[in-house]
């Protein structure tokens, strides 16, 4: 039979490798390698936006992410511009950027200012966008077309000398025409925009970090480094003859605890249910609540939300509080209960967790993709921030279900879809803390396998279903009705007691009853202890003694040769030589749990017959012993509501466990412990081997799979063991012919030509599948050839196995750099080995002839040495897709197929017209548009439309001269068509995004009603 994929990409020449089905796209990511410092909320469109330290802003909405590039420096200054479709960020080199998020691109090239931007405000009923600049000044930019107003507030005059950031940047919530300036010098100004002039002026006696009106429009407050100072703003009739005099403070509230970063006036409900103006601050010390009375005096006393130092905050809806930790976190929480922290979204909930020291990626079936899917839905209920924003549109239909689990310095797992966009699963704690080494984890979910090692333990557990889950709390709840029990107990009761009843009324009930009424038997005397041997040996013969490593029913492999019956009936031999190339040791058997140190079993006479019968061996055994381990099998199933991972096995050695492999479909785990053992766990047994013990070098490497052993006729289930000098074993359970024990026998696979630690070995057959169960073949249908992939630190090998033959090496290739990782995938429908160098290059590889056939290194940038120990976690995908570990807590996702017709095409709409109008109707606001100026817009007129000043003769009538020439009329016409033209197109965007929501909400309509049931209609 031809090898498989002989002729994979013959036909392609080496000139024509513009036409290779490789390409290197990055597709999606999980987390982000940053701090954040900026954030802010969308009411009109349920969004929240998240600025970060590298220049990225996160925007957030209904169970999607996504990242909006434009700048490359830290973002001090985020704004939505409610009931409009723009996103407003300031970073500290002075660069305002401006997102349409109906189109999802810049709205214009970013403005650089001249000076550092600290805080921006983008209020309702103006195009304008208002800028507060490190340099104490105060810009307008038109939102549209990103043009710098001649108009500009200074710093305020004779305001003292020191700090003249502006901190605090706020329209009024009943003057559109008052904005409240806060100077970090300690200066609150108010400023009458139309009259250009201060209205009000206050001042605190020490440095201002934030400032904010009430929802009253009356007062406002500010916070210095020791208290809260509160004003209030009178109108009387002696007030508009002194409009810019000095405001006396109100209220001062001293503060014990530490700076103050935000400030905000929220509606709280209290604790009796009434809603009540509340103070909330956020600071270095975290986040208090302090009550204001109706007539504005305030109760200096100061209820903690969160402890932990905030940088800045913003609240929804008066009940959830999001707030940027001091150390770049974001966390979320209930005003009413802040207990715990609610989940925001994936990559910020990785974030905000602690440092990983662990992963481990695998791929899914749709089913059980769909199934954590729904629990993970089920569980996120009260536990998520509540957002309802944008929606995701996949338009091809397609989705994966590649599950990523990351190992916490808290002792916890926690799981991640590693879908489009990405999804958070759940969470579980580890079974024990680890003293010394960190804890490793291993999954294979085509068999819902998931195997926990914790230093000398490992725990095996098994995926339960949403359905199995329903299913066993519907049992459970059945098992612990205490009213039925208590039934049941009755009712038992009382048929013994009739029972009872009915004997005493026999004849001859009570000749065998002394006078105490007590029964006059004598139990027959014990065996001696000499007879204990033999009856253990019966014991397992009677409990179907024979080869541990017993397939299941369903498995196409032929069964293990039978046991030989021994000569001796009694514990097997410490060691016993198999063949040349191993000597294994003897397995723990469940009997062993019950001998005691002389080796003697107790043994329970028989009551009918009087002889010695050996004691049953319990359904599930238990096997203990000092020099081999503990198997613990029972587990009680936790109770799940929404399905999970459930327990099932977990092994224990007297030595930390370096590596483990689990093969579900034998319920087979194999274990390497730090001195060199190599354990074979299967049935409750665990069985031992030291063939690797005396090697100078280490087991680096453990997979299971069917394959042909020692020139074997059929496929049989084997171990293949590398060690750290390259070479690989085939490792298999048998039975001595002699003696009748169970051996593990060892046989040579390949040896390179000098010492390589081992990455990768895998089998696959002729046509291009991975072998892990071999397939049943009918009579007289030859055996399938198979192919063992094997991947080192310098070079790639294939051996052939065939039946009843010699392994033969069939192609060698070395690579000029050292390699970290490697994987398999299916390109072009043909399988394809990837390998991944320690700089971050990624190689395709021919199978099985291994002609390089194609290279591209990862846009990453890190040290090399951190660079190589990430990529050494890489988990590669049968579709293409890598999944790199590039930064603390950050995962990014590559596809090297140049055709994605398979991956997900997803579109996120993040402005929805229908919400922006829905906002409008209710708040009384006409939606903003480019066709229509408002009268405040006309303050702000373009620097670039200005007449020229004073003085300057010439300019003036050059520009006269030009207005009133054809050339210079011909340019204003063009000037006012293209602001039409981008009115028009606004308008056109606008429509689409209407009948865009309109068609969604339709196709959801039509699901809804397809999805009822005839008993709904």
């Given at each position: 039979?031809?090898?498989?994929?002989?002729?994979?990409?013959?036909?392609?020449?080496?000139?024509?490798?513009?036409?290779?089905?490789?390409?290197?796209?990055?597709?999606?990511?999980?987390?982000?390698?940053?701090?954040?410092?900026?954030?802010?909320?969308?009411?009109?469109?349920?969004?929240?936006?998240?600025?970060?330290?590298?220049?990225?802003?996160?925007?957030?909405?209904?169970?999607?992410?996504?990242?909006?590039?434009?700048?490359?420096?830290?973002?001090?200054?985020?704004?939505?511009?409610?009931?409009?479709?723009?996103?407003?960020?300031?970073?500290?080199?002075?660069?305002?950027?401006?997102?349409?998020?109906?189109?999802?691109?810049?709205?214009?090239?970013?403005?650089?200012?001249?000076?550092a931007i600290t805080t921006v405000e983008a209020p309702t009923g103006t195009a304008v966008i208002y800028v507060g600049l490190a340099s104490g000044s105060v810009v307008f930019v038109d939102s549209h077309t990103g043009q710098l107003s001649e108009y500009a507030v200074p710093y305020a005059d004779g305001a003292a000398e020191g700090d003249q950031r502006v901190v605090a940047l706020h329209t009024s919530p009943t003057d559109a025409n008052l904005l409240l300036i806060g100077y970090g010098s300690g200066i609150i100004v108010i400023w009458d925009l139309a009259e250009r002039l201060v209205r009000r002026q206050a001042a605190a006696s020490e440095r201002l970090y934030s400032?904010?009106?009430?929802?009253?429009?009356?007062?406002?407050?500010?916070?210095?480094?020791?208290?809260?100072?509160?004003?209030e703003i009178k109108e009387g009739w002696l007030d508009s003859l002194k409009k810019s005099s000095l405001v006396k403070v109100t209220r001062t509230i001293a503060r014990s605890w530490?700076?103050?970063?935000?400030?905000?006036?929220?509606?709280?409900?209290?604790?009796?249910?009434a809603l009540e103006t509340c103070l909330l601050l956020g600071g270095s010390d975290g986040v208090g609540l302090c009550p204001i009375e109706s007539k504005g005096k305030v109760t200096p006393s100061?209820?903690?939300?969160?402890?932990?130092?905030?940088?800045?905050?913003?609240?929804?809806?008066?009940?959830?509080?999001?707030?940027?930790?001091?150390?770049?976190?974001?966390?979320?929480?209930?005003?009413?209960s802040p207990a715990s922290c609610l989940r925001i979204s994936p990559s910020l909930e990785l974030n905000n967790g602690p440092a990983i020291t662990a992963i481990a990626g695998t791929g899914a079936s749709e089913y059980l993709g769909y199934d954590m899917k729904n629990m993970s839905l089920r569980v996120a209920a009260g536990a998520e921030l509540p957002l309802s924003g944008g929606t995701v549109i996949n338009k091809n239909g397609k989705s994966t279900w590649d599950v990523l689990a990351t190992v916490h310095e808290d002792d916890t797992v926690t799981f991640w879809q590693l879908s489009v966009p990405p999804r958070f699963l759940c969470r579980m704690?580890?079974?024990?803390?680890?003293?010394?080494?960190?804890?490793?984890?291993?999954?294979?979910?085509?068999?819902?396998?998931?195997?926990?090692?914790?230093?000398?333990?490992?725990?095996?557990?098994?995926?339960?279903?949403?359905?199995?889950?329903?299913?066993?709390?519907?049992?459970?709840?059945?098992?612990?009705?205490?009213?039925?029990?208590?039934?049941?107990?009755?009712?038992?009761?009382?048929?013994?007691?009739?029972?009872?009843?009915?004997?005493?009324?026999?004849?001859?009930?009570?000749?065998?009853?002394?006078?105490?009424?007590?029964?006059?038997?004598?139990?027959?005397?014990l065996p001696p202890r000499d007879a204990s041997a033999e009856a253990v040996g019966e014991s397992l013969a009677q409990e179907g003694d024979g080869l541990p490593l017993q397939q299941r029913a369903d498995s196409p492999c032929?069964?293990?040769?039978?046991?030989?019956?021994?000569?001796?009936?009694?514990?097997?031999?410490?060691?016993?030589?198999?063949?040349?190339?191993?000597?294994?040791?003897?397995?723990?058997t469940a009997t062993a749990a019950m001998l005691h140190e002389n080796g003697q079993a107790d043994l329970v006479p028989d009551s009918t017959t009087g002889s010695e019968t050996p004691p049953k061996l319990p359904q599930r055994p238990s096997v203990r012993r000092r020099d081999r381990g503990h198997v613990d099998m029972d587990f009680e199933p936790e109770r799940l509501d929404h399905g999970g991972w459930q327990p099932v096995l977990q092994v224990t050695h007297n030595e930390p466990i370096d590596l483990v492999c689990a093969a579900p479909w034998l319920d087979l785990l194999v274990t390497v412990t730090s001195g060199n053992q190599l354990n074979i766990v299967h049935d409750g047994s665990i069985y031992r081997s030291d063939a690797f013990g005396g090697d100078p070098t280490r087991v680096s490497l453990i997979n299971v799979a069917d394959t042909y052993f020692k020139k074997g006729l059929a496929a049989r289930s084997c171990i293949l063991v590398g060690t750290s000098s390259g070479e690989i074993n085939v490792c298999a359970l048998d039975s001595d012919p002699t003696s009748g024990e169970t051996v593990?026998?060892?046989?040579?696979?390949?040896?390179?030509?000098?010492?390589?630690?081992?990455?990768?070995?895998?089998?696959?057959?002729?046509?291009?599948?991975?072998?892990?169960?071999?397939?049943?073949?009918?009579?007289?249908?030859p055996s399938s050839d198979h192919y063992v992939l094997i991947v080192l630190e310098n070079s790639v090998c294939v051996v052939v196995l065939e039946a009843g033959k010699d392994p033969e090496v069939l192609a060698n290739w070395s690579s000029p750099d050292h390699l970290v990782s490697a994987g398999l995938c299916w390109i072009a429908g043909e399988a394809v080995m990837v390998v991944i160098t320690h700089t971050g290059m990624i190689k395709a590889i021919k199978l099985p002839s291994l002609e390089p056939l194609w290279s591209e290194s990862l846009p990453l940038s890190q040290p090399e040495g951190l660079l190589a120990q990430r990529l050494g976690s890489t988990f590669i995908a049968r579709?293409?897709?890598?999944?790199?570990?590039?930064?603390?807590?950050?995962?990014?996702?590559?596809?090297?197929?140049?055709?994605?017709?398979?991956?997900?095409?997803?579109?996120?709409?993040?402005?929805?017209?229908?919400?922006?109008?829905?906002?409008?109707?209710?708040?009384?606001?006409?939606?903003?548009?480019?066709?229509?100026?408002?009268?405040?817009?006309?303050?702000?007129?373009?620097?670039?439309?200005?007449?020229?000043?004073?003085?300057?003769?010439?300019?003036?009538?050059?520009?006269?001269?030009?207005?009133?020439?054809?050339?210079?009329?011909?340019?204003?016409?063009?000037n006012e068509r293209g602001e039409k033209l981008s009115a028009l197109e606004n308008k056109f965007s606008d429509m689409a995004d209407a009948s865009g929501s309109f068609l969604s909400k339709i196709q959801e309509y039509n699901e809804r009603q397809a999805k009822k049931k005839w008993y709904q209609l």
């Open positions: 039979m031809a090898p498989f994929g002989l002729d994979l990409f013959a036909s392609r020449a080496t000139t024509a490798r513009a036409n290779s089905p490789f390409g290197l796209t990055e597709v999606s990511s999980l987390g982000i390698q940053t701090q954040f410092t900026a954030l802010a909320y969308d009411s009109a469109q349920d969004l929240l936006a998240v600025g970060a330290k590298d220049g990225r802003v996160l925007l957030v909405g209904h169970e999607w992410e996504q990242y909006l590039a434009g700048s490359s420096n830290p973002i001090t200054a985020l704004a939505f511009k409610t009931g409009d479709k723009y996103l407003v960020a300031g970073d500290e080199r002075g660069r305002l950027l401006v997102w349409n998020l109906q189109k999802r691109h810049l709205q214009f090239s970013p403005v650089t200012l001249n000076a400032a904010c009106w009430d929802r009253t429009g009356q007062r406002f407050a500010g916070a210095t480094s020791s208290a809260i100072v509160m004003w530490g700076d103050c970063t935000t400030l905000r006036y929220v509606q709280h409900q209290s604790a009796e249910g100061w209820t903690p939300v969160h402890s932990g130092g905030v940088g800045t905050f913003s609240v929804i809806d008066n009940k959830y509080y999001i707030a940027v930790t001091t150390n770049g976190c974001v966390k979320a929480l209930k005003l009413l704690s580890l079974f024990e803390k680890p003293m010394e080494a960190a804890a490793k984890v291993s999954m294979d979910l085509e068999h819902r396998s998931l195997v926990v090692t914790v230093g000398t333990a490992t725990r095996s557990y098994r995926w339960h279903s949403v359905a199995e889950a329903k299913a066993y709390k519907e049992k459970w709840d059945a098992d612990h009705d205490v009213d039925g029990l208590m039934a049941k107990m009755d009712a038992a009761v009382d048929e013994v007691l009739r029972h009872a009843d009915m004997i005493k009324t026999m004849p001859g009930a009570n000749e065998n009853v002394d006078d105490a009424g007590t029964e006059n038997i004598q139990p027959p005397p032929p069964p293990l040769p039978p046991k030989a019956e021994a000569s001796e009936p009694t514990h097997m031999p410490e060691a016993i030589e198999s063949t040349p190339l191993a000597t294994a040791s003897s397995s723990d593990i026998l060892r046989s040579v696979l390949y040896t390179p030509p000098h010492p390589q630690k081992p990455l990768f070995v895998a089998i696959m057959d002729d046509a291009g599948r991975i072998v892990r169960q071999a397939v049943r073949h009918k009579a007289g249908t579709d293409g897709r890598i999944v790199v570990w590039t930064g603390d807590k950050e995962f990014r996702v590559f596809s090297i197929a140049k055709d994605t017709a398979s991956l997900p095409d997803v579109e996120f709409r993040m402005y929805e017209l229908t919400k922006a109008m829905e906002w409008a109707r209710v708040n009384n606001q006409r939606p903003p548009s480019t066709a229509h100026r408002t009268e405040r817009d006309k303050l702000f007129v373009p620097a670039t439309a200005l007449a020229p000043p004073r003085g300057s003769s010439t300019n003036a009538s050059q520009s006269s001269s030009g207005s009133a020439t054809p050339f210079g009329q011909t340019k204003q016409a063009l």
